[in-house]
């Protein structure tokens, strides 16, 4: 490649850590972190599956782990995190029209994001529950 | 912002790029209704004894609803953990192997759960 530098000159842009956090950045953050961490989810929901397809003996062991209260936590948290990563993706498919993209709507977004996802998921477990107890 | 139609047919030199974008937005437009019907599936299931879970999940439409699921969010989860990686991880080596775990990852889950719902569907 000879002797040339202009690479290693080029100038970066500054990392996150150089800005005030905003809502907006958070929330960028919080949809990387919400669909890295449903991979998890991914492997609990086949390992739900796949218990279910072995039999009453293997499910016992699944069902009991997710019947308890840590188990609950975890879908409870998986769940959050499927419904908060689902309202931030309908933001970026809102975006990808051209809509949206100013200063106010961005920031009603991101409250939507945050309000709606918690809003949701308390809405399913409780009508979740509901519907359990009336069966 | 918007880019002349005339240079997007050529698309550059390598003549393709935006199928991971558009196969990306397809996924998130199926997984918004197979989300939420995995959501209400696993509230109403929880600690349900195995006799009605099975039946629950052999019903054809369950079946085929949750088969789309897990095809459609192991192809999303397979683009995402892939751009997190193209984004996070410089060293060519760590690159590459990082990139193959991943979609072995995702195959993998996908391929796992669709077995799964395969045999509970044929009742073996």
Known sequence: MGNNTTEARRPLSPHFQIYRPMLTMMMSIAHRISGASLAIGFVLLAWWLIAVSSGPDAFTTVNSFFASIIGRLVLFLFSWALIHHMLGGIRHLIWDTGHGLDKTSIEIFAWGTIIGSTALTLLAWVTGYWLRSAA | ?124
């Not at chain 2, 054809?60 to 683009?79: G, K, T, Y």
């Not at chain 2, 996070?88 to 192997?97: E, F, L, N, R, S």
Request: hydrophobic share 55%; proline share 3%; net charge positive.
């Open chain 2, 1 to 124: 912002m918007a880019t002349p139609l005339a240079k997007v047919r050529g698309l550059g030199a390598a003549h393709r790029g935006t199928e991971t974008f558009w196969r990306q937005r397809m996924t998130a437009v199926a997984n918004i209704p197979l989300v939420i019907f995995l959501i209400l599936s696993i509230v109403t299931h929880i600690g349900a004894d195995y006799e009605p879970v099975r039946a629950y999940l052999a019903r054809p439409l369950v079946a085929l609803a949750m088969l789309a699921l897990v095809i459609s969010a192991s192809i999303h989860m397979r683009i995402g953990l892939k751009e997190i990686i193209e984004d996070y991880v410089h060293g060519q080596g760590a690159k590459v192997a990082a990139l193959l775990l991943v979609s072995f990852f995702a195959i993998g889950v996908g391929l796992a759960c669709t077995l799964a719902l395969v045999k509970i569907s044929l009742g073996s």
